[in-house]
Structures are given as C-alpha cells and as structure tokens.
C-alpha cells in the first residue's frame, strides 16, 4: 500500500534547525516529484519546497529560499528537508507529498503523509 510517513519535527528555538524525512513504501519515490508543505495556525496550506523526479530540480518558496533544502536519497527511498536558521513564523504542521511533477498547489498532489508539527519558540 502507498505510503508516506513524515518524521524529525518537534520544538527548536529561534535560529535553531531540525531535519524532516518523508519515507516511502508502496512506491518507488524516485519516479515522482515530492514537496514540502505546511499549514500554520489560521492559515491555508502553502507549499515550501519541491523536487523533481527527471533531472532533480528544487524550488523553495521566497519565504524559506536560502534557509531550507530539499534533497533526496533513492536509495533509502526517502526525501528530506533541512530547515536552516528557523523563524517563530515557520511554526506549522509539515506535510509531505508526491505527484507525477512538482506544483504549488496542495490539489496537485495525489499523495499525502500525515504531517509533523514544527514549533519554533523561545
């Protein structure tokens, strides 16, 4: 059965960093594109980062390029997201998700893992 399952979120300080996993089983997640997403107290769900399946190309969005980085290890079947330098704004439960291409839209992607809290606070 499909399967992804996010792991690493939990409470960090201001500036601090953590490491999310997406695990895959059921698929094989190097023939998809998979993204980060994440939905905030009182806000919709926006997305945070993709990487392509074909050439292996990364988007972020503006609010986190140059403090995340999305990467991805075929051979453990596996996507993960460095969160660098974290604001109290960044604070959101993080999903992970796959589709056949990256996109912006939460609709686009067939397949979704649960989610891990992040909170950022002092």
């Known amino acids: 059965q499909v399967q992804l399952v996010e792991s690493g979120g939990g409470l960090v300080q201001p500036g601090g960093s953590l490491r999310l996993s997406c695990a895959a089983s059921g698929f094989t997640l190097d023939y998809y594109a998979t993204g980060w997403f994440r939905q905030a107290p009182g806000k919709e769900r926006e997305g945070v980062s993709c990487i392509s399946s074909n050439n292996g190309s990364t988007y972020y969005a503006d609010s986190v390029k140059g403090r995340f980085t999305i990467s991805r290890d075929n051979a453990k079947n596996t996507v993960y997201l460095q969160m660098n330098s974290l604001k109290p704004e960044d604070t959101a439960v993080y999903y992970c998700?796959?589709?056949?291409?990256?996109?912006?839209?939460?609709?686009?992607?067939?397949?979704w893992g649960k989610g891990t809290l992040v909170t950022v606070s002092s």
């Open positions: 998700a796959a589709d056949k291409y990256c996109t912006w839209y939460p609709d686009g992607m067939d397949y």
